[in-house]
């Protein structure tokens, strides 16, 4: 009897093991493997036609166009698909510093030839792709004399003419601000900007030196997005009421600020 129930027991539990099975995996070709996982998913990661050399030293320095904001130095990562075909899709900016650069960014990769593709099994996969575009701000002609202490410094002068430097807004000790604070700012851009054309949207990137008097001057656009958007920026901005200076050692400076203003 008992080594009649042991024959049972055992018969049970083939039974229950010939029942589980082990779950199907299927494959997506359409799937987009991510570049940060292991780099084993693919035999051979996409490239840019000619290298990185070509995309970096060549492709990139030649179209992306610098803004004209002295000292401003930083780097901005974007993110795409390059596709089967080696076209890039779904381009995006993770992190940017601000002056449009990440929109000088997107715009320069849709200009992109197309990539060699990544290869699994000898075959063509999507693949997410990211990298940095390092950012060097265009430097004012006379950069060359700034003072040693200066250059040494936390806060760099733009311009450097005896009392007269204009200061950047990074480390200064008391920034400029729009009377009544930013959400006063952007009231004042809401209820004066007037939309050139029906519909149009996007941002407009403006520049311009905060005078020791609150004063603006030197306005001028570092992008718009066509439509008359840009003149109407400066027509606004020299409605502005005088900001609160900017200071720093106590002293109120001369500061060069820039900021987006929203068409909708």
């Known amino acids: 009897m008992k080594k009649f129930l042991i024959l049972i027991l055992?018969?049970?539990?083939?039974?229950?093991?010939?029942?589980?099975?082990?779950?199907?995996?299927?494959?997506?070709?359409?799937a987009v493997t991510n570049s940060t996982e292991d780099?084993?998913?693919?035999?051979?990661?996409?490239?840019?036609?000619?290298?990185?050399?070509a995309l970096h030293n060549v492709f990139l320095k030649k179209n992306y166009k610098m803004p004209n904001v002295s000292g401003l130095k930083g780097k901005v990562y974007v993110t795409f698909i390059v596709e089967k075909d080696g076209t890039?899709?779904?381009?995006?900016?993770?992190r940017d510093i601000g002056y449009g650069t990440g929109e000088e960014?997107?715009?320069?990769?849709k200009l992109s030839p197309k990539w060699i593709p990544a290869k699994r099994n000898n075959?063509?996969?999507?693949?997410?792709?990211?990298?940095?575009?390092?950012?060097i701000g265009n430097e004012p002609p006379n950069a060359s004399k700034l003072h040693e202490l200066t250059k040494n410094?936390?806060?760099?002068?733009?311009?450097?003419?005896?009392?007269?430097?204009?200061?950047?807004?990074?480390?200064?000790?008391?920034?400029?601000?729009f009377p009544g604070g930013q959400q006063a700012l952007e009231l004042f851009l809401k209820e004066n900007y007037k939309n050139p054309q029906k519909d149009l949207k996007g941002k407009v990137y403006t520049?311009?030196?905060?005078?020791?008097?609150?004063?603006?001057?030197?306005?001028?656009?570092?992008?718009?997005?066509g439509h008359?958007?840009?003149t109407e920026a400066i027509r606004v901005l020299k409605l502005s009421p005088k900001w609160s200076p900017g200071k720093q050692n106590n002293i109120v400076v001369r500061v060069l600020y820039s900021i987006p203003i929203i068409v909708h």
């Open 10 to 30: 055992i018969c049970f539990v083939q039974n229950v093991f010939s029942q589980h099975k082990e779950p199907t995996i299927k494959s997506d070709p359409n």
């Open 39 to 53: 780099g084993s998913y693919v035999d051979k990661q996409p490239e840019f036609p000619g290298g990185p050399d």
């Open 88 to 94: 890039l899709n779904n381009i995006k900016v993770l």
């Open 105 to 109: 960014a997107i715009r320069v990769l």
């Open 123 to 135: 075959e063509s996969v999507r693949w997410k792709y990211s990298f940095p575009i390092t950012i």
């Open 153 to 177: 410094s936390s806060v760099t002068p733009v311009i450097e003419e005896e009392e007269n430097q204009v200061y950047n807004t990074a480390g200064l000790e008391v920034r400029p601000e």
């Open 207 to 225: 520049t311009f030196i905060i005078e020791k008097d609150g004063s603006l001057t030197d306005i001028k656009i570092l992008r718009d997005i």
């Open 228 to 230: 008359g958007t840009g």
